[in-house]
T-cell receptor, first 114, second 111 residues
Framework: EAGVTQFPSHSVIEKGQTVTLRCDPISGHDNLYWYRRVMGKEIKFLLHFVKESKQDESGMPNNRFLAERTGGTYSTLKVQPAELEDSGVYFC????????????FGPGTRLTVT | RKEVEQDPGPFNVPEGATVAFNCTYSNSASQSFFWYRQDCRKEPKLLMSVYSSGNEDGRFTAQLNRASQYISLLIRDSKLSDSATYLCVVNMRAAGNKLTFGGGTRVLVKP
């Protein structure tokens, strides 16, 4: 069974540009999550989809971040316009159960904004 | 105050030795507790869930103390492959299904 995949693995962009990150969850997992780790800090929750619906987006830092999950399959996270403080590693995770601590993480996208 | 606090380490452990470390959580409404393992520049992976009665998985033992709001992880007979960052993770159903992570405890097992 394929795991969670993320694309790209690395992205370097200039401040003010736009970047779109993609996540493909494990097949059959209705729950998809985005997390972020900025340098020197702990991993922090961004948002949670159940199928195509946003269940919880309390962790989204501001309206420069837009997440979508078309048809309840893959998800994208767009940052527009990117700022220096957006640099970090963006992880996607998926789970089968709604209330489950067993979330399967993708390898992450390392975003550097210069 | 951070919601989940961990000693960042590193804990330098001789191969074959036992190492233990804790994490504390601030929200008494926390309901589920986990240890995740993260290797350098890799994704976190679930190591084990932590139950109120304590639980063991091979060389790993996890304990939960709700009264004092801390979780512990003990690794016996440490292997070189146990070198990693161990993340303490908390989940509150009232807050949805988001996981709250500690900053991690780094463990280095040396020959």
């Amino acid at each position: 069974e394929a795991g969670v995949t993320q694309f790209p693995s690395h992205s370097v962009i200039e401040k003010g540009q736009t970047v779109t990150l993609r996540c493909d969850p494990i097949s059959g997992h209705d729950n998809l999550y985005w997390y972020r780790r900025v340098m020197g800090k702990e991993i922090k929750f961004l948002l949670h989809f159940v199928k195509e619906s946003k269940q919880d987006e309390s962790g989204m830092p501001n309206n420069r971040f837009l997440a979508e999950r078309t048809g309840g399959t893959y998800s994208t996270l767009k940052v527009q316009p990117a700022e220096l403080e957006d640099s970090g590693v963006y992880f996607c995770a998926s789970s089968q159960e709604v209330f489950s601590g067993e979330q399967y993480f993708g390898p992450g996208t390392r975003l550097t904004v210069t | 105050r951070k919601e989940v606090e961990q000693d960042p380490g590193p804990f330098n452990v001789p191969e074959g030795a036992t190492v233990a470390f804790n994490c504390t959580y601030s929200n008494s409404a926390s309901q589920s507790f986990f240890w995740y393992r993260q290797d350098c520049r890799k994704e976190p992976k679930l190591l084990m869930s932590v139950y109120s009665s304590g639980n063991e998985d091979g060389r790993f033992t996890a304990q939960l103390n709700r009264a004092s709001q801390y979780i512990s992880l003990l690794i016996r007979d440490s292997k070189l492959s146990d070198s990693a960052t161990y993340l303490c993770v908390v989940n509150m159903r009232a807050a949805g299904n988001k996981l709250t992570f500690g900053g991690g405890t780094r463990v280095l097992v040396k020959p």
